[in-house]
């Protein structure tokens, strides 16, 4: 089965940029999605199709996937995006949706 | 407004079972395949099973094949979770998400979760 492997940890400082990694074999040939989650709260989507973004979320939150590696891109980082990210893809050969093991995002 | 809302968790017996319940509303139901989602404590989110819009396909997660049953009403604007055999494993807030589609040309290239519900708990321990 397909895996999608997250660092479980990055920190950064307000006002600065958040990269959070997603790797796979091949990646770049499928398409990726995120999903934001803050503690005892369901996730919200926040990227899909590795660049979208769902009306409502703001423009601080990009996406960009290529080769092995997606990247979510969070600018401009506030307090209020401290939150474990998942990035999630389909599995066309299983028809499964597959999750990353989730990476917690620490405002310093 | 788009609403899910789970129900039906509570707290079962190893090998017991229990019937999870999803209503939902302000969207056209029978028009869009849906999907449950778990997550363990202290854990990542695990997809568990999806259903299509007429539910003519169905797909499990491989921990949960043979023990889950997922279906739909679309009369009822309700989606189903049955789960049989259960196991201290299987403890996690259960959500059901519904599920879009990209596709070109006809061809679907993507599937991905846009509305969630708060989830319900489920707690396997005797």
Request: glycine letters at 10%; aromatic letters at 10%.
């Amino acid at each position: 089965s397909y895996v999608l492997t997250q660092p479980p940890s990055v920190s950064v400082a307000p006002g600065q940029t958040a990269r959070i990694t997603c790797g796979g074999n091949n990646i770049g040939s499928k398409s990726v999605h995120w999903y934001q989650q803050k503690p005892g709260q369901a996730p919200v989507l926040v990227v899909y199709d590795d660049s979208d973004r769902p009306s409502g979320i703001p423009e601080r939150f990009s996406g960009s996937n290529s080769g092995n590696t997606a990247t979510l891109t969070i600018s401009r980082v506030e307090a209020g995006d401290e939150a474990d990210y998942y990035c999630q893809v389909w599995d066309s050969s299983s028809d499964h949706k597959v999750f990353g093991g989730g990476t917690k995002l620490t405002v310093l | 407004e788009v609403q899910l809302v789970e129900s039906g968790g509570g707290l079962v017996k190893p090998g017991g079972s229990l019937r999870l319940s999803c209503a939902a509303s302000g969207f056209t139901f029978s028009s869009y395949s849906m999907n449950w989602v778990r997550q363990a404590p202290g854990k990542g989110l695990e997809w568990v099973s999806s259903i299509s819009s007429s539910s003519s396909y169905i797909y499990y997660a491989d921990s949960v094949k043979g023990r889950f049953t997922i279906s739909r009403d679309n009369a009822k604007n309700s989606l189903y979770l049955q789960m049989n055999s259960l196991r201290a494993e299987d403890t996690a807030v259960y959500y059901c998400a519904r599920k879009c589609a990209r596709t070109i040309f006809g061809v679907v290239i993507s599937y991905y979760m846009d509305v969630w519900g708060k989830g319900t708990t489920v707690t396997v321990s005797s």
